[in-house]
């Protein structure tokens, strides 16, 4: 649970959610689905609960995530949320959605808040998006940006993004997104 303005804001991967069916656990008074997403094709479904009965379901139609730590994000009046393959922008003070944008051609993994921009570990991209939705950058390499023990596959220091693919290469970019060491 995260704790905003004295909001309590939930986030719940939700398996089992069928839209529009009369078995789901929750009921979500507001869907909002990723580019190019249907309600036949989500593959990812994330539930956002906000303390005062707003709730939303938040459906990608690609890729697969997970809800822990480093998937969302809240900066200001904003959270972040990966989900499949997009990045999910809801408005905290009304709870709206300010935006989604598609920012790996397979899964979205982490998001990180470095350089006063949004950076995303994708499985095949790692991505860097203005707050307000405009995409800056993207990177890609020769292999998946996952490694076999998951260790140290993705960090940022002293300015520098560090990355591993599943081979164990690491590429060290910049904040502008460029390969400056591997």
């Given at each position: 649970?995260?704790y905003?303005?004295g909001?309590e804001?939930?986030i719940?991967?939700?398996?089992?959610y069928?839209?529009?069916?009369?078995?789901n656990v929750?009921?979500?008074n507001?869907v909002?689905?990723?580019s190019g997403n249907?309600?036949k094709s989500?593959?990812?479904?994330?539930?956002?609960i906000?303390t005062i009965?707003d709730?939303?379901?938040?459906?990608?139609?690609?890729?697969?995530s997970?809800?822990h730590?480093?998937s969302?994000?809240?900066i200001?009046?904003?959270?972040?949320?990966?989900v499949?393959d997009?990045?999910f922008?809801i408005?905290i003070?009304?709870f709206?959605?300010?935006?989604?944008?598609?920012a790996d051609d397979?899964s979205?993994f982490?998001?990180?808040?470095?350089?006063?921009?949004?950076?995303v570990?994708?499985?095949?991209n790692i991505?860097?998006f203005e707050?307000?939705?405009?995409?800056?950058w993207?990177?890609?390499?020769?292999?998946?940006?996952v490694?076999?023990?998951?260790?140290?596959?993705?960090?940022i220091?002293?300015?520098?993004i560090h990355?591993?693919?599943?081979?164990?290469?690491?590429?060290?970019?910049n904040?502008d997104?460029?390969l400056i060491?591997?």
């Amino acid at each position: 649970m995260i704790y905003v303005y004295g909001t309590e804001i939930r986030i719940i991967k939700e398996d089992n959610y069928k839209f529009n069916s009369l078995d789901n656990v929750r009921k979500y008074n507001k869907v909002y689905f990723s580019s190019g997403n249907d309600v036949k094709s989500s593959t990812t479904e994330i539930g956002v609960i906000f303390t005062i009965a707003d709730i939303k379901i938040l459906l990608a139609s690609s890729g697969f995530s997970s809800v822990h730590e480093t998937s969302y994000l809240i900066i200001e009046d904003s959270l972040y949320v990966c989900v499949g393959d997009s990045i999910f922008s809801i408005n905290i003070n009304d709870f709206s959605l300010n935006w989604v944008r598609k920012a790996d051609d397979i899964s979205c993994f982490q998001i990180f808040y470095f350089n006063n921009k949004l950076i995303v570990h994708g499985e095949l991209n790692i991505s860097c998006f203005e707050t307000y939705g405009n995409k800056k950058w993207n990177f890609t390499a020769r292999d998946i940006f996952v490694t076999l023990d998951g260790s140290n596959d993705f960090y940022i220091s002293d300015s520098k993004i560090h990355v591993k693919d599943w081979d164990n290469n690491e590429y060290i970019l910049n904040v502008d997104g460029q390969l400056i060491g591997y």
